[in-house]
Every structure is written in structure tokens, then in C-alpha cells.
């Protein structure tokens, strides 16, 4: 089955490609995590993306699309795959179709801006270890200190209120006409998010036998 997962920053679309990794053995391909990896290797692609990391310089479309087909080809996707994180656009929805890739099904995970901003903005993780905690759901024993190190526990910057409203504001600009794409083919889920990680799951396996 070749998935696409969608999902606002914080709305826990990674957990899911990740269970739905596990349990149906086929690799969740993040962008992000392709791209540092078509670096590392020294790929054709890989190297025209250091080019645009090395000049502080966003990869555009054409790079991240020749990335990610030069990792669709591997042997492990051939009984399916997950993108997590791609495509982001029309035009790498375009890309993907003009290419071959048939998707089966797009999940879109869908968690209110409110919860969202609440969920990332209380996250705090420790400066020495990088544990994560949570000022609602995940307290530490001693506030402000991480259980396992006794580090100090910081709110990072992309973590800020201010900093989330952004990112999701990009988000539904880019991605309302993605899910209307993918509406128009019968293939686009909806998926609640739930408080319980179990339920968004058991949701998100039940749209995919839907």
C-alpha cells in the first residue's frame, strides 16, 4: 500500500507513519530525513541539496522530487511505502503523478490549531539529553528538571506560540488545496486526532481499510 500521511506541525502525523510502518513492514519516508541522508550518501541529488543547504538556501521542488524518487526505486518500497512530509504542494502532487507513483490513500490527521498550540507551546525538552516533557501531559518529578540527567528543562524556539501559529498558517495555505487534490480522486481519509495516541491510531487503521 503507498500511503501519503498529512498533518499540521504537532498534530502526531510522525507516530502514526511510524506505527503504520511497523505494523504493515513498509518504510515512512519523512523529506527531511531523506534529503540529510542523500547528503550524507553523496547522491547526484544529494549533492545539488547540499549546494542549496550550504548557501542557507531552502531545496526547491525539482531536487526534493529527484530525492525522493531516487528512494521510491529502493527494494524496501516495493510492497508500499509512507510519505511523511511530501508532498507539501499542487505542484509536488503534480511531480508525484508525472512520475508514476501511484498513491493508494492519503491520510490527513486533522487536531484543532488551539490543541496544537497547546500541545507544542507547554513541550519542554532537556538541554543536556534532549528528553522530551510536557507541562500538562508529561511532568518531570522536579519542575524544570529532566528525570533522567537533572538537566534544565528549556522551551525551544520553534516551540513558541507565536513561532506555531506561523507554521500553521503556512501549513493550511499549502495544504487545503492538497487535500482538495486529493478529494477529487477518491483517496483523501479524514482522521480526527484524539487525546490518546491508541485512538488516533485505531482511527487512522480503520481509514485505511476504509
Same mark, same amino acid.
Given at each position: 500500500m503507498n500511503l501519503i500521511l498529512l498533518?499540521?506541525?504537532g498534530a502526531g502525523k510522525g507516530t502514526q507513519a511510524e506505527i503504520i510502518s511497523n505494523k504493515l513492514s513498509i518504510p515512512s519516508i519523512s523529506t527531511g530525513n531523506i534529503i540529510r541522508e542523500a547528503i550524507k550518501t553523496?547522491?547526484?541529488m544529494g549533492k545539488k541539496a547540499q549546494e542549496f543547504?550550504?548557501?542557507?538556501?531552502?531545496?526547491?521542488?525539482?531536487?526534493?522530487?529527484?530525492i525522493i524518487k531516487e528512494r521510491l526505486s529502493k527494494d524496501d518500497c516495493k510492497n508500499g511505502f509512507i510519505l511523511d512530509g511530501f508532498p507539501r504542494t499542487i505542484p509536488q502532487a503534480e511531480a508525484l503523478d508525472k512520475m508514476g507513483v501511484r498513491i493508494d490513500k492519503v491520510i490527513s490527521?486533522?487536531?484543532?490549531?488551539e490543541k496544537i498550540v497547546e500541545r507544542m507551546s507547554g513541550r519542554r525538552v532537556c538541554e543536556n539529553c534532549g528528553a522530551s516533557y510536557h507541562i500538562k501531559y508529561k511532568k518531570p518529578l522536579v519542575e524544570g528538571k529532566c528525570d533522567l540527567c537533572d538537566g534544565n528543562l528549556i522551551r525551544r524556539k520553534d516551540d513558541d506560540p507565536?513561532?506555531?501559529?506561523?507554521? #500553521? *498558517?503556512?501549513?493550511?495555505v499549502e495544504t487545503k488545496p492538497l487535500k482538495d487534490y486529493y478529494q477529487?480522486?477518491?483517496? #483523501? *481519509?479524514?482522521?480526527?486526532?484524539q487525546e490518546e495516541v491508541a485512538d488516533t491510531t485505531r482511527l487512522t487503521l480503520q481509514a485505511l481499510e476504509n
Open positions: 498533518g499540521a506541525p553523496g547522491t547526484d543547504v550550504n548557501a542557507g538556501k531552502l531545496v526547491p521542488d525539482d531536487v526534493v522530487i529527484g490527521i486533522e487536531v484543532p490549531d507565536e513561532t506555531v501559529l506561523e507554521r #500553521l *498558517r503556512v501549513y493550511h477529487k480522486t477518491g483517496k #483523501l *481519509r479524514i482522521v480526527e486526532g
